[in-house]
């Protein structure tokens, strides 16, 4: 079966992640599959929808596989990254804009680029095991894949708290911020997915959803609203340090373990992403702009070597925290190359 299983089961399209020994992260093969698939299904009579899901209980998928991103980065090949940024955006933009239903359905971890498959299905499913999030300033980068408009759009600027603190979110969250539509049991998932394969009408997927409970977001909405307010990430680090009360020196705590570039940037692209005419094509644009550059004049290659490939958990990031991250360096993440 290999990394990927794409088929045509009844009305629909079938899309089947296949490599849960690694959480099925996403490979350079993997997309270019996916995108072939879904151009040939555009005008295919007998393809009403398209079906993504994945095998195993761990993961939907968390994130793309960064062993070549990190090998040939360390080597000196930038070029390499940025062309598999390219064609990952490539692909994001035409889930975005497809012209047939799309769902996805997501259990377990669904982080980066897992995100950037289900963000952009017109029907994002979780289930109980669902924990959804956009770590990506933990290992150099800012939330991508578009997830960055999605972010700027949450309710309560909590999009700016999950984005600094990487915080993972439950099904009934994620549907709170923006990030899932429906809520089903994953035990009924399989009946669903047939239900979907003999009809290829979405519907069976309104039909089938539950009321998601354990929703905390909501319940911070006072605080992520008041001290995550500010333009820059000093302004919010400092509304933080002033408030001093528990969700603060948690959040505080969190954000102290992720690259200070990274978190300024995002907090810069979300900022840009405020308008209410911003569109996903913006939000990839500019995101396109810092991982472009994010091996040369940022963090990520530091920050794989930190968390993934010594483990020592103590990444070296290129400015202080806490401390003013220089605005010429934010500019030049955001300048093209």
């Known amino acids: 079966m290999g990394e990927i299983d794409i088929r045509k089961t009844g009305r629909a399209g079938r899309i089947t992640l296949t490599r849960p020994e690694a959480l099925n992260a ?4 993997m997309m270019k599959a996916m995108e072939a698939a879904i151009d ?3 005008d295919d009579p007998d393809v009403a929808m398209v079906v993504i899901d994945a095998a195993g209980e761990r993961a939907f998928c968390s994130g793309g596989d960064i062993a070549d991103l990190y090998r040939t980065g360390t080597a000196g090949d930038y070029q390499w990254g940025r062309d598999f940024w390219f064609e990952e955006y ?40 669902s924990q959804i999030a956009m770590p990506e300033c933990g290992i150099g980068l800012v939330p991508d894949v578009g997830g960055s408009l999605l972010l700027a759009r949450a309710p309560a600027r909590s999009g700016f708290y999950l984005a600094l603190t990487a915080t993972r979110m439950n099904a009934a969250d994620a549907i709170w911020a923006g990030f899932i539509d429906h809520f089903i049991p994953e035990a009924d998932w399989p009946a669903v997915i047939k239900a979907l394969e003999k009809s290829g009408e979405p519907a069976r997927i309104v039909e089938a959803a539950q009321d998601a409970t354990g929703e905390s977001l909501a319940a911070q909405a006072d605080d992520t609203a008041r ?12 509304a933080l340090q002033a408030d001093g009360g528990e969700f603060a020196a948690a959040a505080l705590k969190k ?14 692209i979300m900022q840009r992403l405020q308008s209410p005419d911003a569109t996903v094509r ?56």
């Open 40 to 42: 040939a299904w555009v």
């Open 90 to 129: 490539r692909l994001n933009t035409k889930l975005a804009n497809y012209p047939k239903p799309i769902a996805a359905f997501c259990q377990g971890f669904t982080m980066g680029g897992g995100v950037g498959i289900s963000l952009h299905s017109s029907h994002r499913v979780a289930g109980e095991s």
């Open 26 to 29: 996403l490979t350079y093969g």
């Open 227 to 238: 001290l995550f307010s500010g333009a820059t990430l000093m302004e919010i680090h400092d």
């Open 282 to 337: 913006d939000a990839l644009d500019l995101e396109y702009l810092f991982v472009s550059q994010s091996m040369e004049h940022g963090d990520f290659l530091e920050g794989i070597r930190a968390q993934i490939i010594d483990k020592d958990r103590n990444p070296r990031w290129r400015h202080p925290w806490p401390g003013e991250v220089p605005a010429a360096d934010i500019a030049r993440m955001l300048t093209p190359v």
């Open 255 to 268: 954000m102290g373990r992720n690259a200070p570039l990274s978190m300024a940037v995002i907090v810069e």
